[in-house]
């Protein structure tokens, strides 16, 4: 865990923690135990911070703000350990197109490869060339990620359990 990151809505920082480990680790680890054992997260753990930064100097629309998170340490310890055990499994579920999901791959590639495809495009060929845009900025806010997610889950073949629900959950307030 960073050092220098922000604290979220309990006040106490990455820093506080390592200082004060030897003081709260047996309280950090039973609370993060709990939540895998039981499925239960509570209301302190799961709450939140969300910060609406401005990307220019004088931004007056939404998409000029940026969103950050401050989530409390116990939640983000949390999912770190999820994220984990997910990484184990991701090249099994994560084909090699996701670039965005696969460690040192980078979404900016597939810009440099669709700038390609769109070059392609200009050449002449046997019925015509098109090509299809598609914005969904509008449509993440109205999508139902739970419902998404759970589905995801099932089609990859895991069960509906207390791990999947976990990290549904953990997602979902991702976003």
């Not at 509570?42 to 703000?65: C, E, V």
């Not at 197109?97 to 900016?108: V, Y």
């Not at 999508?143 to 976990?166: M, S």
Request: proline share 2%; glycine share 6%.
């Amino acid at each position: 865990m960073d050092v220098a990151s922000a604290s979220g809505q309990d006040r106490f920082s990455s820093q506080f923690y390592q200082r004060c480990w030897d003081m709260v680790s047996g309280d950090v680890v039973h609370a993060v135990q709990d939540c895998f054992l039981t499925g239960v997260i509570f209301h302190g753990i799961n709450s939140s911070f969300n910060i609406l930064l401005p990307k220019l100097r004088d931004s007056i629309l939404i998409n000029q703000l940026c969103l950050i998170v401050l989530s409390n340490f116990l939640f983000k310890i949390s999912s770190k350990i999820l994220a984990g055990r997910l990484a184990r499994i991701a090249a099994k579920v994560v084909s090699p197109q996701q670039f965005g999901f696969i460690r040192d791959r980078h979404i900016e590639d597939c810009i440099a490869l669709v700038s390609d495809c769109v070059n392609v495009l200009h050449k002449k060929c046997y019925g015509g060339n098109s090509a299809m845009k598609i914005d969904i900025h509008k449509a993440f806010d109205t999508f139902d990620w739970v419902f998404f997610f759970a589905e995801f889950f099932r089609l990859l073949g895991f069960p509906l359990c207390l791990w999947t629900g976990l990290t549904i959950f953990f997602i979902y307030l991702g976003f």
